[in-house]
Structures are given as C-alpha cells and as structure tokens.
C-alpha cells in the first residue's frame, strides 16, 4: 500500500504557519517557490508534512492519484512491476523534485524511499483549484513535468547502446548535473541507492556495477569516498568516457 495518512500541520497563526516554509532549504527549487511571502498561506492551508523511513511506500502503480508529493529531504527511487513480478526502477528523486503528476485517475509508477525522506504532500483536488487562482502555480508544474520527460528520454538513451561502463559514467555525470541545480556541488556527488538499485536502471547486474565501478577508481577516473560520495576529479575525461571517445 501506499502513504499513509500523514500527520497534519498544527493549526497556528499566519506568522507561524510561513515560517516553515520561509526556512525550507528546497524552496526556491521547489514547484511553491514561484510563490510570494503573502500568498504562502493558501498554500500552507492544503500542506500536509510527511516523514517516510528507509524502504517505506510512498505511492503505488494502479492507486487513485489522490495525492501529490514535493520531497523535502532525502531521495527517491521511482520503479514500474512487470508482468513477472520484476520491477524496474525508473528515476530518482531528489530534494526539490515533484512526485505523484498522473495523466489520468491512477499512478502509473510506484515510489520508495530510498533513506529516510521527508516529503510535503498536497490533495489532488485542493492543489488543482489552487492551480486555477495561481497559475504561475500550474506553469511550474508544467515545467516539472517536461523535466520528467526529459529524464524518461536520458533513460532510454542509457539502456540503448551504451557499453556498462559509458551507463555508469553517464549516470554519475547526470547526477552532478543535477545536484548543480540543487545549488549542491558538482562533485563529490552523494549515492544514496545501493549498487542493485543502479544496476536495476541501468540494465545491468549488479556484479558489472560493482566491478565498473572498481575499474573507474583504478583507472583514476573517479574517487570513492566515505559516505556513499564518488568525487569526480576531471568532468571532461567523464565525458569522453560517457560519449564512446
């Protein structure tokens, strides 16, 4: 199953309703930062703030798409079941990201937390008629979602022809060139999924993960670092790898 019902925000004061999101480090990254200070609260009125631990469900492929997410904190692995029970992970989301857009009534993918996460979580339906007062609101979202088109592209292009090793290189460069979004460094990078996970959406085992992953560290192309971080010293030999060069 998916999500729970998350706890509600406490009713409080404007003052002290705004003030969680005037300190929200994703803010200005997040679909609600086209917003303004005075406008926030309309916004806060539909917010409910959600903690998922490790592994937890967040939304399941087939579900009414009642609810949509922005995650706060934390990353998220996005994967589709196949007929045989499989599943094939399909994205990840990162702080500032939007989850749970449906083209129709019902998710078309699941969602797990891949750490801990902290999401804010918004009704389907309160969210579309606030669209409709802001539509700064719903051209954001547009824009989300055309992002996710691109990632969906990125993906297919990753399982074409690329050898293991241009998969992984591409992988981890896509990951810095997002992380810059976030206004985080370009390297080190974080990888918060394990070795199965990449290997699951990339279309390799997790064994040639493993061992590409090894001979990038050998060959000095990159560096592996305590806490899952992979410093990335030279962006242009990456990219050549990436490329087949």
């Known amino acids: 199953m998916g999500l729970g019902e998350p706890k509600k925000r406490p009713a409080s004061d404007t003052a002290e309703q705004t003030s969680p999101c ?39 492929e087939g579900e009414p798409a ?47 937390a891949v750490g801990q996460v902290s999401l804010c979580r918004f009704s389907r339906r309160k969210l579309e008629r606030l669209l409709d007062e802001f539509p700064k609101l719903e051209k954001r979202l547009l824009g989300m979602a055309s992002n996710e088109l691109v990632q969906a592209q990125d993906q297919i ?10 998969k992984i290189v591409s992988f981890l460069l896509n990951l810095s060139d997002r992380a810059v979004k976030r206004a985080a460094l370009a390297s080190p990078i974080s990888l918060p999924m394990g070795r199965a996970d990449i290997a699951d959406y990339l279309g390799l085992t997790t064994e040639t993960v493993s061992r590409t992953f090894t001979n990038l560290k050998r060959d000095g192309y990159i560096k592996l670092l305590q806490g899952g971080k992979v410093e990335l010293p030279n962006r242009e030999e990456l990219q050549e790898l990436a490329e087949g060069s």
Request: charged share 20%; net charge negative.
């Open 22 to 60: 005037a300190a929200c480090a994703v803010r200005g990254m997040a679909f609600c930062g086209v917003l303004d200070d005075h406008e926030m609260p309309q916004l806060l009125s539909i917010l409910q703030t959600v903690t998922v631990d490790p592994h937890g469900p967040i939304i399941d």
């Open 157 to 166: 292009l990753l399982l074409g022809r690329k050898t293991a090793q241009e």
């Open 66 to 112: 009642d609810y949509l997410f922005n995650v706060t904190q934390g990353s998220v692995k996005l994967y589709k079941l196949l007929p045989d029970g499989r599943r094939q992970i399909t994205g990840f989301l990162f702080e500032g990201d939007f989850l749970g857009i449906a083209m129709n009534e019902r998710y078309a993918y699941s969602a797990e």
